[in-house]
């Protein structure tokens, strides 16, 4: 083969297979590392043949063991449960829950074995691993394990304590493989490996019976045991031609990528030696690495990329021309979306755009789908149901809110009845504060939409329920989807079938057919299957299912994975996340059979698959001209960020090859100016319509809480209190912390109404509360948790089960030391009892402030936890069901309160003592002053100390996570700015100007504080 750089590979090998084989094309196989180099292969071959004739059969290495093994490979659940049905026999004990895992293990290893070792070799090997050594060595040097093998451990050997526990599983474990094999080629069925292996057994028959002359084996590097066996057999009897892809330097004694090559150079290789060339330093080749902060970076750089190679007419026109023109590699397949969204808009002209001329080889795993979600989520639905009453069932409310809020279901927005059906069924369930969410209730909420019946029905304990919903709901969902393809984006030329959408259900449904077929002979066979099992089992298939993309196979821009690039040939190449761990992949872990067995008989290991990496690594650069790979460098947080070992090697290699040929450049990449806005905090303009809305919101009432809100974060103000923007309202299963406080409160308020023996209504009447009245309230057993059950009812709180059962005893803990604190301030005081002149009262004043020369009315109101009177002063109180920080209760000067968010809580006393002076001494508040008459009343009557509001009135704080250190009050003596002598009124008109101030200021922008 002549050593062309504009000649991809497999062309190569098409010109020479017509050139040496023209005559019988009929009676060739070509065998290629994958069938997408198969579609290459034939599409090269068909530019090389001068005239039309009848291609060579092309297969890749599965296809053709399959061919001549004359078995059919059977799917994993079939497997599956034969082996089962098989080991069962040996371990009476052992469920089909129980060897989920270990099966899978045990058909991974079996493939393995048949994949590498003979029937002999596999004898001897069992052999070794019953001798005790081995597995006592095993035992204590198993290292790490997955997930899957810790499971199988846990399970199978938790009652295996002895030795001879240990021998009965390998010699079951060896008898299992060799009866496993014989039973299913009497069935015709095989798994890998087993078709391998028996490909390799009757070759010459087959090979013979098939008529075949030669098989051409191209562009292989790792090969099994058996398929090296097979080509080398071929090759002993003239039937076998192999085309190798290597470069010089792979021969080197060390060098990863050339680990399978120079063993084959002793073999089947032998018969071509000019498959050794350079092709590293004899072509120009621009090679780049990318350093970038985030996974995100990555997919906006590759658009870019791509923009920047085709940025000019030319550059297009050669791009559709060119067969082989460029790829994107992903060892990550999960920055498959990311990538997708994020590839420009370029126009080819005559209505051709990137899209069309772009082909995804690697698929998306349907495990990544939102149908695979939402799966998952119909299954923790069901596992939660509970009974109620009767025969009914009811649906947590969280899962019914995941389904109800799952994409598919948003899809139907479009449609008027959808929409109000599922806002109904969601508010519902919040208004109602519904914890279980009967089934018959959402579908009569649901109108008994088929998607609702599909979805919120009982399966009891039986698969055959399960499956009949899903296949049921595939329906429903194809029906929506017809109905609906603008909302998901489905074109007017495409078809639901032809959509990404439509592939989900088709490979959906698709794997329900199997299992219904497969399932009932092995229920009949085995007993009844758990939901449990037939979960494991639908989940692990959609698992190792992949979604194709429908496109042109064929195309210039390929975006794939490592593997498939194999014996293919790219211009231009990107490989994105070149990290380590994801090139090469990480390590794979060993499962049952240890690693010293694998290598003693000859088995792979994580080194041989990754010497197999390698090679399809390094082969990339032979006729690559433009080569870039992206890593994510160490701002991307994690454990993510170092440079693939692959990378790092190719740096140095490249910097010591004495050539003028190679460009490589080294550098970071940035965000655009554009996307690093997008990282910046958000800020907004005062203009005049915002500023009249705060404006309208100063005079309509501004609380202390607003006040602390626009300080700490002016967004969050002009939302909430400005917009009166909103989050949604959730159902509370565990009381948050705001419920809580909630609760204190109410039990707080109604507590002392009803030590004065008011209703818990009575808002109007003042009253006295004496030592007495709390000693009665903490021997009563029963007061303290009444009040407690009550008022969890008034907020619709389950304290039955749970947390909330600890958050019950913890809110009595709280009232009895909170009652006894009472105690003490009335031990303290002169009158020896507290006057409460309201609860929960809402008291406000209003005046003006003066902004560049206009007078902004500000009413200050706020909702008062307490208002009383002790020994003639009148006080504020306010509860607070968390702690504090004692520095944040005092200040130097005041306009500390102006940029400091942590003194919110001076602020809040600062505003409320305002409040109550200005209403205390305001004759024209006529609410708050018939407030304090029927208190001066009620305090005359009782002999206490009248009023005097020349005391000041004073404010503080109960918190109650320190209610021990009992009400916590401020000194508020300090000067604002420069201010010395100004009396507490000014001080705070003064503080409140310059906060409305800061609110209105049009040269200051308002910020999101993050």
């Keep these: 083969m002549s050593q062309d750089y504009n000649l991809p590979f497999l062309k190569s090998v098409a010109q020479r297979i017509y050139a040496e084989h023209q005559q019988q094309l009929t009676k060739i196989i070509v065998v290629l590392p994958s069938r997408r180099a198969g579609m290459y292969f034939k599409q090269y071959f068909g530019e090389v043949i001068p005239h039309t004739t009848i291609a060579p059969a092309v297969l890749s290495m599965e296809g053709f063991a399959e061919r001549l093994s004359n078995l059919v490979k059977a799917d994993g659940v079939t497997l599956l449960f034969k082996l089962f049905s098989l080991y069962r026999k040996k371990d009476k004990t052992i469920t089909i829950e129980k060897f989920g895992a270990l099966g899978k293990s045990l058909l991974r290893e079996f493939n393995m074995i048949d994949n590498n070792l003979t029937e002999e070799q596999a004898e001897k090997m069992f052999e070794h691993l019953k001798e005790t050594k081995a597995i006592e060595h095993w035992a204590e040097s198993l290292g790490e394990e997955d997930e899957m093998i810790e499971k199988v451990k846990k399970e199978l050997f938790a009652k295996k304590e002895t030795m001879a526990d240990f021998l009965e599983f390998w010699e079951n474990l060896s008898s299992t493989y060799f009866e496993f094999k014989d039973e299913l080629k009497k069935e015709g069925f095989a798994y890998g490996g087993l078709a391998f292996r028996e490909a390799y057994n009757h070759l010459e028959d ?9 098989v051409i084996f191209a562009g292989f590097s790792q090969m099994s045991g058996v398929e090296q066996a097979i080509v080398q057999k071929l090759t002993d009897i003239g039937k076998a031609q192999t085309f190798f892809d290597a470069d010089k330097q792979y021969f080197s004694k060390y060098h990863e990528a050339g680990h399978y090559l120079r063993r084959y150079t002793e073999g089947f290789a032998k018969q071509h030696i000019d498959f050794q060339k350079d092709w590293w330093s004899t072509h120009p080749k621009q090679v780049e690495i990318k350093a970038i902060s985030n996974v995100v970076g990555q997919a906006k750089y590759a658009g870019e990329w791509l923009q920047s190679l085709l940025d000019t007419p030319e550059k297009r026109a050669e791009f559709q021309k060119t067969l ?5 590699l992903l060892p990550d397949e999960a920055l498959l979306p990311a990538l997708l969204r994020s590839l420009p808009e370029i126009d080819f002209g005559e209505d051709k755009s990137l899209a069309q001329m ?31 009453e009767g025969s009914e069932r009811s649906a947590y409310f969280k899962d019914v809110q995941n389904v109800l809020r799952h994409p598919y279901f948003q899809y139907t927005s479009s449609l008027k009845e959808f929409e109000e059906i599922s806002t109904t069924i969601l508010d519902e369930i919040v208004k109602q ?12 909420w649901g109108d008994k939409h088929p998607i609702y019946k599909a979805v919120f029905q009982y399966w009891g ?13 595939i329906k429903v969902l194809a029906e929506i989807l017809k109905a609906n393809p603008d909302t998901l984006g489905i074109s007017s030329s495409e078809s639901l079938e032809e959509s990404f959408e439509g592939e989900l259900l088709i490979q959906f449904y698709k794997v329900i057919r199997r299992l219904q077929d497969t399932l009932p002979q092995f229920a009949q066979e085995n ?7 037939f979960k494991s089992l639908l989940l692990e298939l959609l698992r190792s299912s992949n979604v194709p993309f429908t496109g042109v196979p064929i195309a210039p821009l390929q975006i794939m994975g490592m593997l498939e690039s194999r014996a293919l040939d790219f211009k231009n190449i990107l490989i994105l996340s070149c990290n380590e761990g994801n090139l090469p992949i990480k390590k794979a872990v060993e499962a049952i059979i240890p690693f010293d067995t694998r290598v003693q008989y000859g088995m792979p290991t994580y080194m041989d698959n990754e010497a197999a990496f390698a090679y399809t690594f390094y082969r990339l650069f032979h006729r690559a001209e433009n080569l870039v790979f992206a890593y994510l460098d160490g701002n991307a947080g994690g454990d993510i960020g170092e440079m693939s070992r692959l990378v790092l090697q190719v740096k140095e290699e490249l910097a010591e090859i004495p050539s003028n040929q190679i460009t490589l450049k080294s550098d970071v990449w940035l965000l655009s100016k554009a996307d690093k806005a997008m990282a910046l905090p958000v800020t907004i303009e005062k203009e005049e319509v915002l500023q009249k809305r705060i404006k309208e919101r100063l005079a309509g009432g501004v609380s202390p809480s607003a006040l602390n809100s626009f300080i700490r974060n002016p967004l969050t103000f002009i939302d909430e209190k400005v917009l009166k923007l909103k989050e949604e309202e959730e159902v509370e299963e565990d009381l948050d912390n705001r419920t809580f406080g909630n609760l204190i409160h109410l039990a707080c308020e109604w507590g002392l109404r009803r030590m004065a023996g008011l209703s818990d209504t009575d808002t109007e009447t003042p009253f006295v509360l004496r030592k007495e009245h709390f000693e009665q309230a903490i021997a009563d057993k029963t007061f303290i948790l009444k009040l407690i059950q009550d008022t969890a009812k008034e907020e619709g709180a389950d304290l039955s089960r749970g947390q909330n059962l600890l958050l019950k005893a913890v809110a009595q803990n709280l009232l009895e030391r909170f009652f006894k604190k009472q105690i003490e301030e009335i031990e303290k005081s002169n009158d020896k009892a507290i006057t409460i002149v309201g609860l929960e009262k809402f008291v406000d004043h209003t005046f003006e402030v003066e902004v560049e020369g206009e007078k902004i009315p500000v009413k200050l109101s706020g909702m008062a936890d307490r208002i009383d009177v002790i020994d003639g002063q009148l006080r504020v109180v306010d509860y607070k069901s968390g702690g504090y920080n004692p520095a944040d209760l005092g200040v130097k000067n005041w306009t500390e309160l102006l940029e400091d968010e942590h003194k919110g809580k001076f602020l809040q006393l600062v505003v409320y003592s305002y409040l109550l002076t200005k209403a ?8 708050f002053q018939g407030k304090l008459n029927k208190a001066g009343k009620v305090i005359q009557k009782e002999n206490l100390t009248n009023i005097d509001l020349g005391k000041g009135v004073a404010s503080g704080f109960y918190f109650f996570r320190k209610i021990n250190e009992g009400l916590k009050t401020c000194k508020v003596d300090q000067p604002i700015g420069d201010d010395q002598d100004l009396d507490f009124l000014e001080k705070t008109e003064k503080l409140i100007e310059e906060i409305v101030k800061m609110m209105l200021d049009t040269e200051k922008l308002l910020e999101d504080v993050i």
């Design 206 to 214: 087959r090979i013979d019976y098939l008529g075949i002359k030669k």
């Design 358 to 388: 772009t082909n995804i080889t690697m698929g998306m795993p349907f495990f990544k789908t939102p149908l695979f979600d939402l799966l998952r989520t119909i299954f923790q639905l069901q596992e939660r149901m509970k009974p109620s």
């Design 461 to 473: 304990n039986d698969y055959r329920n399960a499956l009949s919903s899903f296949v049921e709901l």
């Design 324 to 328: 082989n023109h460029t790829a994107i």
């Design 527 to 533: 007993g009844q299957l758990s939901i449990s099992v």
């Design 920 to 927: 205390g001494l305001d004759a024209s508040n006529k609410r």
């Design 433 to 444: 504060k519904m914890v279980w969410v009967p089934l018959e209730k959402i579908n009569d």
